[in-house]
């Protein structure tokens, strides 16, 4: 499969080690080529991995993966081209984060819409499917956890492209994913990253992730 990924930073990369390791090619889209971080992941990506403008990364990709900037996502994607984004599943993995000097990071949007919901909604025939935006980028692939890995909780509107996506976590290595419903979920999902951050800042360790207790 071919897959493109907006972004360039951390949450691009790490994806996009782990597609290409599965042997997917795959394109990162950026507004910068030239950065040194972005020639050495493709030299490291075994001839899968190539890098390109934000729309060469969407027309690149059968799959495609928001990997930007919370509150720039839009712009990222007018960028990209909105129409190159129609019929695919795109995996949207942002957070709508504020930071603020001395202070945890909060939402610039939520409760009445999200990153997610905005998205869709800027995007009416791609199918969004929320994933991999409450646990770090460190963790992606092959989660490793002492008694196993955290759930993946994710959301969107086409049930067919959930189904995909969560057949792309378990090649990640997620065996337990929780789908949360509609697109509209992303308001949740994204104050789960809040609490996530947060916690993480109070003890210290950013080695951890959520997971439900069933019985
Ligand atoms: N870091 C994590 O562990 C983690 C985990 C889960 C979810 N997330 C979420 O995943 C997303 C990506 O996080 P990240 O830490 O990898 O990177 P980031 O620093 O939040 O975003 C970097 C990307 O955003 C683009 N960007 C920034 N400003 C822009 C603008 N004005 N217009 C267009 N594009 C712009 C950059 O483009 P260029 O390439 O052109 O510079 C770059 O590709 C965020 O929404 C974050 O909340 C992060």
Excluded: Y
């Excluded at 729309?55 to 509150?71: C, I, K, N, P």
């Excluded at 960028?79 to 942002?94: E, P, Q, Y």
């Excluded at 409450?134 to 490793?144: D, K």
């Amino acid at each position: 499969m071919k897959v493109g990924i907006l972004g360039s930073g951390d949450v691009a990369r790490s994806l996009g080690t782990g597609f290409t390791t599965l042997g997917h090619e795959t394109k990162l889209g950026t507004r910068h080529a030239e950065q040194p971080k972005l020639v050495d992941w493709a030299k490291s990506a075994q001839g899968k991995g190539s890098i390109g403008s934000f729309s060469d990364a969407a027309g690149f990709g059968e799959m495609l993966v928001v990997a930007t900037h919370g509150v720039a996502t839009p712009d990222a994607v007018r960028m990209a081209g909105v129409r190159r984004f129609d019929g695919k599943v795109v995996i949207d993995t942002t957070n709508p984060l504020l930071f603020k000097e001395g202070a945890p990071p909060s939402l610039s949007i939520g409760h009445t819409t999200s990153a997610g919901e905005q998205l869709q909604k800027l995007l009416p025939k791609a199918r969004v499917v929320k994933a991999f935006n409450t646990i770090g980028h460190m963790h992606f692939f092959h989660p490793s956890f002492p008694g196993g890995p955290p759930d993946m909780f994710i959301c969107g509107n086409d049930a067919a492209a959930k189904q995909t996506v969560v057949g792309v976590l378990h090649d990640f290595g997620w065996s337990s994913v929780v789908d949360t419903g509609g697109i509209e979920g992303s308001r949740e999902l994204e104050s789960l990253c809040v609490l996530w951050v947060k916690s993480a800042l109070v003890l210290g360790n950013w080695g951890i992730g959520f997971k439900l207790l069933r019985k």
